[in-house]
């Protein structure tokens, strides 16, 4: 192979034309001859593989697009120009007849008389004629005193009499009680005190939401009103809790009249306080002023009161119920 080699000869590089284009625009496949070798070659026919050839597919046309026509001309309205206004012709006011003006006659004023007043000269009296004059009255005077012009008719005392109060006659408190604390008449006990539902004082039984009358503070003035709220004791010591009716004098009102108010109508109270047992006075009757029903039978009755409202002493103001 070496002297092969050698003794072959170096031929220069052969070009090769560019492969011709079909008519189609596919290239042809060309048969290449071999060189020729010092030795026999079997040569190996050439293999022809098909070219399959894509057809030539055509662009779609173009459509142009059709020419539109402009739309038709606007049809311009023609303007209608309003009608003229017609103006009311300017009708000028008459004329204001202006009634003459009568100038008032002229006053003919006498020409004004000057006095001066150093020509004027009082009339003075003497000083003693005055005197004389006013030692003659107070002399008058002293000797016959001045009578009234009118003289008032001398007429009896008028005696006003004083109505007769309300409430029953006065009674004097008595110095000894005796005051009976039932057995069966006890409600709790609370360390020393004893509550009781009732007692009886010089004779007369006393229960829980009876309405009494205690001593007044000062004698001749109406004594206080209230309902029993409790009675208890210590031992020593005689108690009563009672929830106070005001009176009208005992109020805001005053002694004012009793325009509002009636003579035995009372005012309901939260006042609630402690007294002696011994300062109960009587029973009475209060009632509600809408659970009466003839009012002048009820209060012809003695200790028989009535209420219509509430008081309240803390704000001095009524409710009515």
Same mark, same amino acid.
Request: proline residues 18%; hydrophobic residues 30%; contains cysteine.
């Given at each position: 192979?070496?002297?092969?080699?050698?003794?072959?000869?170096?031929?220069?590089?052969?070009?090769?034309?560019?492969?011709?284009?079909?008519?189609?625009?596919?290239?042809?496949?060309?048969?290449?001859?071999?060189?020729?070798?010092?030795?026999?070659?079997?040569?190996?026919?050439?293999?022809?593989? =098909? !070219?399959?050839?894509? &057809?030539? *597919? @055509?662009? %779609?046309?173009?459509?142009? +697009?059709?020419? $539109?026509? /402009? #739309?038709? =001309? !606007?049809?311009?309205? &023609?303007? *209608? @120009?309003? %009608?003229?206004?017609?103006? +009311?012709?300017? $009708?000028? /006011? #008459?004329?204001?007849?202006?009634?003459?003006?009568?100038?008032?006659?002229?006053?003919?004023?006498? +020409?004004?008389?000057?006095?001066? #007043?150093?020509?004027?000269?009082?009339?003075?009296?003497?000083?003693?004629?005055?005197?004389?004059?006013?030692?003659?009255?107070?002399?008058?005077?002293?000797?016959?005193?001045?009578?009234?012009?009118?003289?008032?008719?001398?007429?009896?005392?008028?005696?006003?009499?004083?109505?007769?109060?309300?409430?029953?006659?006065?009674?004097?408190?008595?110095?000894?009680?005796?005051?009976?604390?039932?057995?069966?008449?006890?409600?709790?006990?609370?360390?020393?005190?004893?509550?009781?539902?009732?007692?009886?004082?010089?004779?007369?039984?006393?229960?829980?939401?009876?309405?009494?009358?205690?001593?007044?503070?000062?004698?001749?003035?109406?004594?206080?009103?209230?309902?029993?709220?409790?009675?208890?004791?210590?031992?020593?010591?005689?108690?009563?809790?009672?929830?106070?009716?005001?009176?009208?004098?005992?109020?805001?009102?005053?002694?004012?009249?009793?325009?509002?108010?009636?003579?035995?109508?009372?005012?309901?109270?939260?006042?609630?306080?402690?007294?002696?047992?011994?300062?109960?006075?009587?029973?009475?009757?209060?009632?509600?002023?809408?659970?009466?029903?003839?009012?002048?039978?009820?209060?012809?009755?003695?200790?028989?009161?009535?209420?219509?409202?509430?008081?309240?002493?803390?704000?001095?103001?009524?409710?009515?119920?």
């Amino acid at each position: 192979k070496y002297a092969l080699h050698m003794a072959t000869p170096q031929q220069p590089p052969v070009t090769q034309p560019p492969p011709p284009i079909s008519t189609n625009g596919s290239p042809v496949v060309q048969q290449i001859p071999l060189p020729e070798a010092p030795f026999a070659i079997h040569s190996i026919p050439p293999v022809q593989t =098909p !070219v399959q050839t894509s &057809p030539v *597919v @055509s662009p %779609p046309p173009v459509q142009t +697009p059709s020419m $539109v026509s /402009p #739309p038709p =001309p !606007v049809q311009t309205l &023609p303007v *209608v @120009s309003p %009608p003229p206004v017609q103006t +009311p012709p300017v $009708v000028s /006011p #008459p004329p204001v007849q202006t009634p003459p003006v009568v100038s008032p006659p002229s006053v003919v004023s006498p +020409p004004p008389t000057l006095i001066s #007043p150093l020509s004027v000269q009082p009339t003075v009296p003497p000083p003693e004629t005055i005197l004389d004059e006013l030692s003659k009255k107070r002399k008058a005077t002293e000797a016959s005193p001045i009578e009234p012009q009118c003289k008032v008719p001398k007429t009896e005392e008028i005696v006003y009499q004083i109505p007769p109060r309300t409430t029953p006659q006065e009674e004097e408190q008595p110095e000894e009680y005796e005051i009976v604390w039932p057995e069966d008449a006890i409600v709790s006990k609370e360390d020393d005190i004893t509550f009781y539902n009732r007692v009886v004082l010089n004779g007369v039984e006393y229960k829980l939401g009876d309405d009494c009358e205690l001593w007044p503070d000062q004698p001749g003035t109406p004594g206080f009103i209230g309902t029993i709220k409790s009675l208890y004791t210590d031992g020593n010591e005689n108690s009563v809790e009672c929830c106070w009716f005001y009176r009208q004098e005992e109020t805001i009102l005053k002694n004012n009249s009793r325009q509002h108010t009636g003579p035995r109508e009372l005012f309901l109270s939260d006042h609630v306080d402690d007294n002696a047992l011994e300062s109960l006075r009587r029973k009475v009757s209060v009632l509600p002023f809408t659970e009466i029903g003839n009012v002048a039978e009820y209060t012809a009755q003695p200790n028989s009161y009535y209420y219509k409202r509430k008081y309240n002493h803390k704000a001095k103001s009524f409710v009515r119920l």
